[in-house]
């Protein structure tokens, strides 16, 4: 039941994201942080990058938020983790997703762009 | 098996009898026995392997006695039930910072990605409340990016009027 609620909302968000380009609509949500301070967190960029990555545009997609080639892989694999690994398949990748090692470098990997993008890249 | 005499309430000689029908016939560890080789009557309690023939015997006939407590040792203290390990809530946490697009998210991941070591350090307590912390800044995250939508939502709703 969980699993199905999990798949449905994910299914649902990705089709929303196909359909819509948050370029060019104004009423998609807005990231606070930036609406505040004028700055880029750290997944600025994460929707339209989602619309262009949908269409199979890796390019496009990776030039809103490169972070992303990382945050997906390791997003996805923690939901494989925590969703569906009800028969012990992913028991490996939830040792290495999980490991204390890993979500530090992570961490250390997403403020650095963070700090990075702001400043090198700002007015790209 | 050695053929014991004893002495009955009336102080008469009895036997001789097996030593394991000695109980049978009313024998108690006071009774005074005798066998070939002894130099004199002496009660069951003072042969030792009367008493532990007494002793098996009784055991046949009841239960066996609950395991002795070691009153030199003090009885170890019960471990305390262990509690089950919180969920880390890293996936929220990853969650929320990705697509809430909200630096309160990184808050989230650190006290998350505590969670599972404070755990294996036996810090229950500890990584209940960064578990807990975790949790918050995850809804404190989510309501912020929810709250950023309705914002983006009316001010594209309003600039099209």
């Known amino acids: ?8 909302v994910i299914l649902c968000g990705l089709g929303i994201y196909f359909m819509i380009d948050p370029e060019s609509v104004s009423f998609m949500p807005r990231c606070v942080f930036h609406w505040c301070t004028g700055l880029d967190c750290p997944a600025c960029g994460t929707q339209r990058a989602m619309h262009q990555l949908l269409h199979g545009h890796l390019r496009e997609a990776f030039a ?3 972070f992303l080639l990382i945050s997906l892989p390791y997003l996805g694999g923690l939901i494989l983790c925590r969703w569906f690994n009800n028969k012990g398949w992913f028991d490996g990748l939830k040792r290495v997703c999980y490991h204390p090692v890993m979500v530090n470098i992570y961490l250390i990997l997403l403020v650095a762009w963070w700090i990075g993008r702001n400043i090198w890249l700002h007015n790209g | 098996m050695e053929y014991y005499f004893y002495l009955n309430d009336r102080n008469e000689q009895q036997g001789p009898i097996s030593a394991d029908q000695l109980a049978s016939r009313g024998v108690t560890l006071n ?5 070939q080789g002894m130099s004199q009557w002496q009660s069951v309690s003072e042969i030792p392997e009367l008493v532990a023939l ?3 015997q009784q055991r046949g006939a009841t239960p066996p006695p609950p ?3 070691f009153d030199t040792v003090p009885p170890t ?3 305390q039930p262990v509690p089950s390990k919180p969920d880390n809530l890293l ?3 990853i969650l ?3 697509l809430c697009c909200l630096p309160l998210g990184i808050v989230a991941i650190v006290y998350s990605s505590k969670v599972d070591s404070l755990w294996t350090e036996g810090k229950y307590e500890e990584a209940r409340k960064a578990a807990e912390s975790a949790k918050i800044y995850c809804l404190v995250s989510l309501g912020l990016g929810i709250i950023g939508g309705i914002i983006g939502f009316l001010a594209g709703f309003l600039s099209a009027l």
């Open chain 2, 67 to 69: 395991p002795p407590a």
């Open chain 2, 77 to 79: 203290p019960r471990p």
């Open chain 1, 64 to 66: 809103y938020n490169p």
């Open chain 1, 1 to 8: 039941m969980k699993k199905a609620i999990v798949l449905l």
């Open chain 2, 96 to 98: 929320t910072t990705v």
């Open chain 2, 91 to 93: 996936v929220w946490s």
């Open chain 2, 31 to 35: 009774t005074k026995v005798w066998k």
């Open chain 2, 54 to 56: 007494f002793e098996q």
